[in-house]
């Protein structure tokens, strides 16, 4: 018995054969499957198990979605999918385990089930799993030192223009020793001016891969711990380059200082608060508003929030009486200031995973105790500031840290709020309005990832919970 084929037009009109993405499987088993490896394919084959005749009946497209096909009736009878009759010509869309019956008149259709013809059932192959596969990168840990330290890089940094890398901690004392001694910084590696370093988050993560895969590269906790404390680099830095030029003449008293350099910030021009930027001075650009200040450790309020390691100008220039001025860009002191100085008004956009329904429960609930979103947050607040909450899944750097005397950006102060919200339904249950009071707690709690695509699963499940079974398997 001959086995059913593609026709050697479809080969010649189609793409080149490659990895088989569908099949026809005939419901005879003295059949073989029909395999389907190109994206459109002419197929012939025998229509009923009592005759060994090959005729061509449908031609098979493949559909961008990868999933589906759409099959269209080549011969002069009628074909059945699905149970639906496709005339000659017509086309219709088959998705995986749709049943096509080819070749039946349409006398046999209206008598009933067509009776001794061939059915096969449309099968979409999945995908190959190589795709799926993760790149590994194999790097020699040689390359991945610090010249300074001869070790394995620590919270890595890298200097530009020579994008050369050093542990924070020690290019951080020679960024210090050389604006004692020189006029710019040199890179500790190949000598070029430095003028700009910062932290390298894509070479940390390198940087841990390798430490795990060969502990013996591995520091002590005390040589960590001395390399943390110099460590000073937790922004973005531009470094003055303040190249002396050789004259014949001696350069006036006043512009010493500043002569040939370019001011990066109002302290460069003018004196404010009894200091002003020379030309070893380093600079920090602000998140906010894009404009720089000089990096100082001798002053009262902090330059980078502590919740994301960002650079804000909007404290700093408020100490020092600075406002904005056409020639240097300067935050309002609202950008960057304590938590205890702060208000809210409305509920953060991120609050319970971005899920509406849970922010309006909450906020709901608020009213009905008879209480506003401003009282709560500063009850929580002050709840942490007790340690009376568990910080292990606050989205903040230095979580352990953080209090109501801390300075942090919007976006940080809105990512606090979201966790005191949390808490704050989690200690409410009883309180919530009767008509959401009884809903079942979701399985992946507030790691579901259905909550964000079904709007109904999202309002019938209870998401301010923890989860009880994966914290990424989605729901089916």
Request: net charge neutral; glycine share 4%.
């Amino acid at each position: 018995m001959n086995v059913p084929e593609s026709s050697d037009a479809a080969n010649s009109s189609s793409c080149s054969s490659g990895d088989v993405w569908a099949k026809l499987v005939p419901s005879d088993s003295r059949y073989s499957d029909l395999e389907i490896r190109s994206s459109e394919m002419v197929i012939c084959s025998e229509l009923k198990s009592s005759s060994l005749e090959k005729y061509e009946w449908c031609k098979i497209t493949r559909n961008s979605d990868q999933s589906s096909a759409t099959i269209q009736n080549t011969s002069s009878n009628t074909i059945l999918v699905d149970g639906a009759t496709v005339d000659d010509k017509d086309d219709v869309v088959i998705y995986c385990g749709s049943e096509i019956l080819p070749g039946p008149d349409r006398a046999d259709i209206f008598i009933g089930v067509p009776v001794g013809y061939l059915s096969y059932r449309f099968k979409v192959m999945p995908r190959p799993v190589a795709c799926s596969q993760q790149l590994k990168v194999l790097i020699d840990a040689e390359h991945a030192k610090c010249c300074i330290c001869l070790n394995v890089w620590h919270d890595v940094v890298t200097v530009a223009p020579c994008l050369h890398n050093f542990c924070n901690g020690c290019f951080s004392e020679w960024l210090r020793r050389s604006q004692e001694k020189r006029t710019c910084v040199l890179c500790p590696q190949c000598r070029a001016v430095v003028q700009f370093v910062g932290r390298n988050h894509f070479l940390h993560s390198i940087e841990e891969d390798i430490l795990q895969a060969d502990c013996s590269l591995r520091r002590s906790d005390e040589e960590i711990a001395l390399l943390d404390s110099y460590a000073s680099i937790k922004s973005n830095l531009i470094i003055q380059t303040g190249k002396r030029q050789q004259r014949k003449r001696p350069r006036p008293s006043l512009d010493e200082e500043t002569d040939g350099v370019e001011p990066l910030c109002p302290q460069c021009v003018n004196d404010s608060s009894g200091f002003r930027c020379n030309r070893n001075t380093v600079h920090l650009q602000c998140q906010a508003c894009g404009g720089m200040m000089p990096s100082r450790s001798d002053v009262g309020v902090p330059q980078h929030c502590l919740g994301c390691d960002r650079a804000f100008c909007g404290a700093y220039w408020n100490a020092q009486g600075v406002t904005r001025s056409n020639s240097h860009l300067v935050c309002d002191r609202d950008t960057f200031k304590l938590i205890s100085e702060r208000t809210v008004s409305r509920i953060p956009f991120l609050a319970h995973e971005k899920n509406r329904h849970e922010q309006d429960i909450t906020e709901r609930c608020i009213r009905h105790m008879g209480r506003t979103l401003p009282d709560v947050i500063s009850e929580y607040i002050g709840k942490l500031n007790n340690r009376e909450i568990d910080r292990t899944r606050m989205p903040l750097n230095h979580a352990e840290t953080i209090t109501a005397a801390t300075y942090v950006c919007n976006d940080c102060y809105d990512k606090l709020v979201s966790f005191l919200l949390y808490w704050f339904r989690i200690s409410t249950k009883n309180c919530l309005p009767p008509d959401v009071a009884g809903r079942e707690d979701c399985w992946y709690g507030y790691a579901c990832r259905t909550q964000h695509h079904k709007e109904e699963h999202a309002r019938q499940r209870n998401h301010v919970c923890r989860p009880t079974r994966g914290t990424a398997t989605p729901h089916t």
